[in-house]
């Protein structure tokens, strides 16, 4: 929780050509960003963790998390933390031998209580917006009050602050600053704007 609290807004990122992935890790720590998922969905997703996990001021994770043997390349390039689109007790159970930071996707109740089950005390709600946005959150939230949650799917500028007020929200993960096919300076101007989002929600 503690790698979450310190930085409330998680760029999700997507590279299809690794070769960026440096520049990228600039940015973002120039921008004041020092933080990254980068989702396994490419090919050259894990050398772009290898090179950003070079990169001493920034905490670059795994994202798409999918199955143990991943956890376990993610953790091998340097990754720092993984991040699950859903609840796999054997993903976490890997992760928790690797010592690697692990947040799991959930959308309902019951996933919820299974992860309370099985020790956890954070976990990503995904899809954010379409399994209920905010108001979902506050109420799985007013049942599993010990429960912390980061949003993510869907998470934008405009609604990030939403999902920021609420107390249980440790976190939000969004792709909105860091574009699929963006060039740099573009890239740079939407992370200059997440500053703003995380000041207006007092974070």
């Known amino acids: 929780m503690k790698i979450f609290e310190a930085h409330p807004v998680v760029p999700v990122v997507v590279l299809d ?24 969905r490419t090919p050259g997703a894990l050398a772009a963790i290898a090179t950003m996990a070079r990169n001493r ?56 209580l299974a992860a309370r089950e099985i020790g956890l005390k954070a976990v ?3 899809p954010a917006e379409t399994s209920g946005g905010a108001p979902a959150v506050a109420a799985l939230a007013a049942v599993f009050g010990d429960m912390r949650f980061v949003p993510t799917g869907g998470i934008t500028a405009a609604n990030a602050g939403d999902y920021l007020a609420l107390p249980s929200v440790l976190a939000v993960g969004g792709s909105w600053m860091v574009p699929r096919s963006a060039d740099l300076d573009r890239i740079q101007e939407l992370i200059g704007g997440v500053r703003a989002v995380i000041a207006a929600a007092g974070r």
């Not at 993610?74 to 859903?86: D, H, I, L, S, Y």
């Not at 796999?88 to 019951?110: I, Q, Y």
């Open 17 to 40: 050509d690794e070769s960026r992935a440096a520049d990228l890790g600039r940015a973002l720590v120039g921008g004041g960003l020092p933080i990254a998922e980068v989702t396994l």
């Open 57 to 112: 001021d920034l905490l670059v994770g795994a994202g798409t998390v999918l199955t143990p043997e991943q956890a376990t390349a993610a953790a091998e390039a340097g990754a720092r933390f993984a991040v699950c689109p859903g609840l796999s007790r054997a993903v976490v159970e890997r992760c928790g031998m690797l010592g690697l930071p692990v947040l799991p996707g959930v959308a309902t109740a019951t996933e919820v």
């Open 124 to 126: 990503k709600f995904f």
